[in-house]
């Protein structure tokens, strides 16, 4: 899903997708799905704002993964090393 972090972070809740990745969040983005997240057994990591998916050029913005499982973001974040997560 693209344009809607939120429906794609409860998409992730529901089953529907396994992984999300959105590269720059605020915490209006973030408030309302991260307890469901968690409440399904979900998961998430911040990526820093230095790193290579965030564009933000004062690095104020951080990027956030949100996977259904554990196992599934560790296979990920060992995939993607460079986004120091």
Known sequence: MWGCGLLSGVSVAQGCHHIFV???T????LVPYLPI???AGGTW???PGGSSL???????DVGIVVACSEKILNEFVAKFPKLNI
């Open 22 to 24: 959105q590269r720059i």
């Open 26 to 29: 605020y915490p209006y983005d």
């Open 37 to 39: 997240i968690q409440s």
């Open 45 to 47: 990591r911040t990526i």
């Open 54 to 60: 965030s564009w933000d050029p004062e690095n104020k």
